[in-house]
C-alpha cells in the first residue's frame, strides 16, 4: 500500500520554507526521499531508517516518527533549485519501495 | 563509477509490436525494482528483482509484460503486444543489497510511445 503524501503542491517564493509530510498506514522499516525535476530521473536525498532519527544537508532535512508511521521533509530558505516534485518512498515489509504520488513544489523568485 | 544505465532513452513502437527495455544496474549492485511513471504522476511499482530471481512481481500487469534479470547482462523488462496504455516513461533503480540501509538509485528512464 502506498504511501500518502501532503500537500500534493506548493508555490513558495525564494527564501520561504515548506514541510511536506509522508505518512502510510502500516509500520515502516524506512523512509526514502527522493526529488524529481520534470523529464528527469528521481534523486536521492536521503533515507531515514530510526524512528525519531533525523538528517539533512544543505538545508534540506527530515524526521522520521515510527510511531505515528509518518516522516516530514523539510526545506529552508527555499532556491529556485528546490523546485521539483518530491516523492517518499516507504518499506513497510522489508521488501519493495513503495513511492506517494507526489509533491510539486514551485519556487519563485 | 557510472551510474544506473537504462537503454534506449526513447523507444517508438507500433500497436501489436514488442518492447524490450534495458537497465544495467550500477557496479557491485545486484538488485533492480523497476517502475512506470505516467506524465503528472507518481511512480508505480512494477517488479523487483535479484539476480536470476523475481522477488517481487506483484505490481506487473498479468499478461504480455515481463522481467528478467539473468547472471550476466543487464535487466529486461519486455511488453508483448503492446497497446497505446503502455506509453509511459519506465524506470529503473538499483540498490547493492536489499535490507533497509540501501538506497536506490535511478537510471534516466525509458519513454516508451506506442503509435
Known amino acids: 500500500q502506498q504511501p500518502v503524501q501532503s500537500p500534493q503542491a506548493v508555490i513558495l517564493r525564494e527564501g520561504e520554507d515548506a514541510v511536506i509530510n509522508c505518512s502510510s498506514s502500516?509500520?515502516?522499516?524506512?523512509v526514502h526521499w527522493y526529488r524529481q525535476k520534470h523529464g528527469e530521473a528521481p534523486v536521492f536525498l536521503m533515507i531515514?531508517?530510526?524512528?525519531?532519527e533525523q538528517k539533512g544537508h544543505d538545508k534540506i532535512s527530515a524526521s522520521f516518527n515510527e510511531k505515528k508511521q509518518q516522516s516530514s521533509l523539510y526545506l529552508t530558505a527555499s532556491q529556485l533549485s528546490y523546485s521539483g516534485t518530491y516523492f517518499c518512498?516507504?518499506?513497510?515489509?522489508?521488501?519493495?519501495?513503495?513511492f506517494g504520488e507526489g509533491t510539486q513544489l514551485t519556487v519563485n523568485p | 563509477n557510472a551510474g544506473v544505465m537504462q537503454n534506449p532513452r526513447h523507444l517508438v513502437r507500433r500497436r501489436g509490436q514488442e518492447a524490450r527495455l534495458r537497465c544495467s544496474p550500477m557496479?557491485?549492485?545486484?538488485?533492480v525494482y523497476w517502475y512506470r511513471q505516467l506524465p503528472e504522476e507518481g511512480l508505480k511499482f512494477m517488479v523487483y528483482?535479484?539476480?536470476?530471481?523475481?522477488?517481487?512481481e506483484s505490481g506487473m500487469p498479468k499478461e504480455r509484460f515481463s522481467a528478467e534479470f539473468p547472471k550476466e547482462g543487464p535487466s529486461i523488462l519486455r511488453i508483448q503486444q503492446v497497446v497505446r496504455g503502455d506509453s509511459a516513461a519506465y524506470f529503473c533503480?538499483?540498490?547493492?543489497?536489499?535490507?533497509?540501509?540501501?538506497?536506490?538509485?535511478f537510471g534516466q528512464g525509458t519513454r516508451l510511445t506506442v503509435v
Open positions: 518512498g516507504t518499506e513497510a515489509s522489508g521488501s519493495r519501495l513503495t
Open positions: 531515514l531508517l530510526k524512528g525519531g
Open positions: 502500516k509500520a515502516l522499516y524506512s
Open positions: 528483482l535479484q539476480k536470476e530471481n523475481i522477488i517481487d
Open positions: 533503480a538499483s540498490s547493492p543489497i536489499r535490507d533497509r540501509a540501501s538506497e536506490a538509485f
Open positions: 557496479k557491485g549492485h545486484s538488485h
